[in-house]
């Protein structure tokens, strides 16, 4: 019975064992997003929490909004370009309520380019949920050179 048990505990163990280690396997391979918001902005915290959601791990860093704007200005944000929360994944800017999708096609697809942008706030993008009220809006990829175009269309 002594034996049985230990190659039970054994078996037991190595199963957790594994699951853990493939669990730390999946989150190395999982893109990180810093995130700099308002520590009193619930949507950048409600957008913060959709990337989690959708295999992101998320660094949130709440900043004073002086520091939040030059953030911004220093990764070639514009005031027409710009919403509350500035990220940043693998080597981009991720502006706003970008949906996890975008960014998650930015990264396979790896533009020329600083990263995207939802301008604004609009209704119904991620982490601006209202019921079933919804704004059209579009993901814009910013080029380097400042301009940008449409990257992802929602209606």
């Known amino acids: ?78 005031r027409a370009l710009a919403s509350c929360h500035t990220a940043f994944v693998d080597g981009y800017v991720v502006e706003g309520h970008v949906p996890a999708s975008d960014v998650q096609r930015l990264l396979a697809e790896q533009p020329d380019a600083l990263g995207l942008t939802v301008p604004g706030m609009p209704i119904g993008s991620p982490g601006m949920e209202m019921g079933n009220q919804r704004d059209a809006f579009d993901t814009l990829l910013v080029m380097r050179d400042g301009s940008f175009e449409v990257f992802e269309r929602r209606v």
């Open 1 to 78: 019975m002594y034996n049985k048990m230990n190659r039970r505990t054994f078996l037991v163990a190595s199963a957790a064992a594994t699951g853990l280690a493939g669990q730390a396997a999946a989150q190395a391979r999982a893109p990180r997003v810093e995130v700099y918001k308002s520590p009193t902005c619930g949507c950048c915290t409600a957008w913060a929490r959709h990337m989690a959601q959708n295999s992101f791990l998320v660094d949130a860093r709440d900043v004073d909004q002086q520091t939040l704007n030059a953030l911004k200005e220093r990764s070639g944000i514009t």
